[in-house]
């Protein structure tokens, strides 16, 4: 997609983002719109100040994650986790990776494995298992 690509597809009618609604899972519909709202572009021939941008800001979300697990209310907490969500969703919108297919792709991976955790409780990568490939939803590519 191209900067001209990107600038119509900032205009388009609310009829059009129905649209992509039924094409789209419900957070990437959303994250689609609030992208276009605010004027964030994709990715162009590498990343763009907008996706260096939005990774500070998802590292900063992060950070107030974090406050708020070990000493935030309960509500700061569920705040947080989704502002980290948000940011995150934003951040592969506007790289143009198709993060919906790489979480399906992951799960699958991941319900295959054995059970064997470390001491944090991590379930670890079986020596057996192929891991999926994900270079193909990176949309730079």
Do not use: C
Not at 79 to 95: N, R, S, W
């Amino acid at each position: 997609m191209d900067e001209s690509d990107w600038k119509e597809a900032a205009e388009q009618t609310h009829e059009q983002d129905l649209e992509i609604a039924t094409n789209k899972g419900e957070y990437e519909y959303l994250v689609s719109r609030f992208a276009r709202k605010n004027d964030l572009g994709q990715m162009m021939n590498g990343f763009t100040s907008d996706a260096f941008n939005q990774y500070k800001v998802y590292e900063e979300e992060v950070g107030e994650f974090e406050v708020a697990f070990h000493v935030g209310s309960d509500g700061e907490v569920v705040e947080e986790m989704a502002d980290v969500l948000i940011t995150l969703f934003l951040l592969a919108e506007i790289m143009d990776i198709d993060i919906g297919e790489a979480y399906n792709r992951k799960m699958e991976y991941n319900l295959k494995k054995t059970g064997e955790k470390n001491g944090y409780g991590k379930i670890l990568d079986d020596a057996d298992l192929e891991k999926p490939e994900f270079k193909d939803l990176f949309g730079g590519n």
